[in-house]
């Protein structure tokens, strides 16, 4: 694997919070956005569909008969 070196422009408000960060947790720069960078592509990659699990979770129904409800909608079309 080759690192690749690059230049970041950061407004000074983002400088100031990432300095504090890596003061905090005696690290540097470059290991902390290494690592938000890592969780964001985690993050885009698992994301897909996330939104959806658990949206019954709060309503009070039996989820499988409303599955059910559901599918047998779809065979009537």
């Given at each position: 694997?080759?690192?690749?070196?690059?230049?970041?422009?950061?407004?000074?408000?983002?400088?100031?919070?990432?300095?504090?960060?890596?003061?905090?947790?005696?690290?540097?720069?470059?290991?902390?956005?290494?690592?938000?960078v890592?969780?964001?592509?985690?993050?885009?990659?698992?994301?897909?569909?996330?939104?959806?699990?658990g949206?019954?979770?709060?309503?009070?129904?039996?989820?499988?008969?409303?599955?059910?409800?559901?599918?047998?909608?779809?065979?009537?079309?």
């Amino acid at each position: 694997m080759t690192d690749l070196r690059t230049i970041i422009d950061f407004p000074d408000d983002q400088l100031k919070a990432l300095g504090e960060i890596c003061a905090e947790k005696k690290v540097s720069r470059a290991a902390v956005i290494r690592q938000a960078v890592a969780g964001y592509i985690q993050q885009s990659k698992s994301g897909k569909g996330e939104h959806a699990f658990g949206l019954l979770k709060t309503k009070k129904i039996n989820a499988l008969k409303y599955e059910e409800k559901l599918r047998a909608d779809w065979d009537n079309r």
